[in-house]
């Protein structure tokens, strides 16, 4: 199979594309810097250099595909991030309408059957309802929950403040992937047949904040790690105060408050998958030799 890969070599396309290699399949993947070129060429793949908000570069590279791998990347400077993810999904929709692709997998989130109030999550509603609209194209849509990976954004808390934390309690139960598992799930999808337009949740682990800080700080030495709570407001400034932009630090305290408030998990509740291999404590070794460096 010829497949497409969005996503250049991230934490999900990158193995993504080594499995479907693997595999045997003709592997392009899509990055917007050239430097990546050559690692994609030495993992077997075909480099597609270019940007995704351009339709013709995205639909010369579509075209004559057998599936497509559909993940909207981020973009910082953007000063709105829901019509920047929005937008792009309409771009990769009118490419997959000029190319004739018929089998695409996106991967959107937890949350996305939510419209509005959820950040960033809320573009991704905007792209699934896009990409609904495909006339004659078959569509896997995958519903990852939180990255683990996510944690490492708080190495520097931890080491300068002795705490893990964010705007929502620890007593809360978060539900989380790895994105390793997301990629072997997707390159299976990419692998299968499937008809008409349906979604399947990805996850691995389900645990309370609480036991995040437990579980993270005893393999980094710190038994005592303990989760805290941010108001909204310290949630924004701490982003701020770290460098981050003003929408970015916005959209994603208002996600924060939506974990919170638990309003991102009522579909998946009623739709949970088996758990994926990768468990918390699996991650803990990452998390533990990441802290390190």
Not at 67 to 87: K, T
Not at 103 to 131: M, N, R, W, Y
Request: proline share 4%.
């Amino acid at each position: 199979m010829k497949i497409i890969l969005t996503g250049s070599l991230g934490n999900i396309s990158k193995p993504l594309a080594i499995n479907l290699i693997i595999a045997g399949h003709n592997v392009t993947v899509i990055s917007s810097s050239a430097d990546k070129a050559a690692e994609i060429e030495a993992l077997g793949g075909v480099p597609a250099i270019g940007s995704v908000s351009d339709v013709a570069f995205l639909t010369k590279t579509f075209t004559g595909a057998d599936a497509l791998y559909a993940m909207i990347p981020n973009d910082l400077s953007s000063d709105n991030f829901r019509a920047h993810i929005g937008g792009v999904g309409i771009k990769y929709a009118e490419a997959i309408k000029a190319s004739g692709i018929k089998k695409v997998v996106l991967l959107s989130s937890i949350g996305a059957h939510i419209d509005g109030g959820t950040g960033p999550i809320s573009g991704i509603h905007d792209v699934e309802q896009t990409f609904n609209q495909l006339d004659g194209v078959d569509i896997r849509i995958l519903r990852p929950a939180f990255f683990y990976t996510n944690f490492f954004n708080s190495i520097a808390m931890v080491k300068h403040a002795g705490i893990i934390g964010a705007n929502y309690p620890g007593h809360n139960t978060q539900v989380m992937v790895h994105p390793r598992d997301i990629a072997e799930v997707a390159a299976y999808e990419l692998q299968q047949p499937f008809t008409g337009k349906t979604i399947r949740y990805i996850t691995s682990d389900e645990r309370t904040f609480d036991d995040v800080a437990s579980v993270l700080g005893k393999a980094i030495g710190k038994p005592d790690l303990k989760w805290v709570e941010f108001t909204d407001e310290q949630s924004l400034q701490g982003m701020l105060d770290a460098g981050l932009p003003q929408e970015f630090s916005r959209s994603y305290t208002e996600m924060g408050a939506a974990v919170r408030e638990g309003i991102l998990f009522d579909d998946y509740l009623q739709h949970k998958p088996e758990f994926s291999k990768t468990k918390l404590e699996d991650f803990a070794v990452e998390f533990a030799a990441a802290y390190a460096k």
